[in-house]
């Protein structure tokens, strides 16, 4: 059965730092890692989608790798903002239309 | 735009009550999924369905059930033999013949059910 680890549980940093979340994964057959946002009472927003055969997506200041071999994924945000406090979650697709497993997320916080 | 919309944002149900979270999605998605969130767990699935008429129950999904009439709505209903319903709700959706070639999950903005 897939387990799927985010550490820490949560971070606070200060405005202009540059970060890293970590998403770890007990089953390397996976063929797709998605990171997702998720504000306070809403839904989840996808940041970055990463197929077993990438080893890494970017998008603006996010940076997302994967490493199957290890399973690992980590999530790099450069210059941290106050808007980018929020939860941050990972995803495992394992196969099939049910097959995935969420971590339970780092909530992040930035102070100005 | 295209999206998924989840109602109501919120909703309270006494002891004993069935309540229905509505989930519509003009996306021209195939599959449908509905999700349930506790502070400290990870997502969870209940139900899923990949096309019309068809539905599959996932991790947890006593105490629920759901419909697939037609392609753009899969109502989730918390009957009350579900004995601690009190989470948020959060329905999502996926083509696997979506553009990027990978089938990526779509979410609504989520219900919350609080039992009174």
């Known amino acids: 059965k897939q387990e799927v680890t985010q550490i820490p549980a949560a971070l606070s940093v200060p405005e202009g730092e540059n970060l890293v979340l970590n998403c770890s994964f007990t089953d390397s057959a996976i063929y797709n890692l998605q990171w997702f946002r998720q504000d306070p009472g809403k839904g989840l927003t996808s940041l970055l989608l990463i197929q077993s055969s990438q080893r890494e997506q970017t998008s603006g200041r996010l940076n997302a790798s994967l490493d199957k071999s290890s399973g690992r994924s980590t999530l790099y945000i450069a210059a941290s903002q106050p808007g980018d406090s929020a939860t941050y979650l990972c995803a495992a697709y394992s196969g099939g239309y049910q097959k995935v497993t969420f971590g339970t997320g780092t909530k992040l916080q930035v102070i100005p | 735009d295209g999206g998924i919309t989840q109602s109501p944002k919120y909703l309270f149900r006494k002891e004993g009550q069935n309540v229905t979270l509505s989930c519509e999605q003009n996306?021209?998605?195939?599959?449908m999924y509905w999700y349930r969130q506790d502070p400290g767990q990870g997502l969870r699935l209940i139900y899923y369905?990949?096309?019309?008429?068809?539905?599959q129950k996932g991790d947890i999904a006593e105490g629920y059930s759901v419909s697939r009439e037609k392609k753009e709505s899969f109502p989730l209903t918390v009957t009350s033999a579900q004995k601690n319903p009190t989470a948020f709700y959060l329905c999502a959706s996926t083509s696997p013949g979506s553009p990027s070639g990978a089938n990526v999950l779509t979410f609504g903005a989520g219900s919350r059910l609080t039992v009174l």
């Open positions: 369905s990949q096309i019309v008429n068809d539905f």
């Open positions: 996306l021209n998605h195939d599959a």
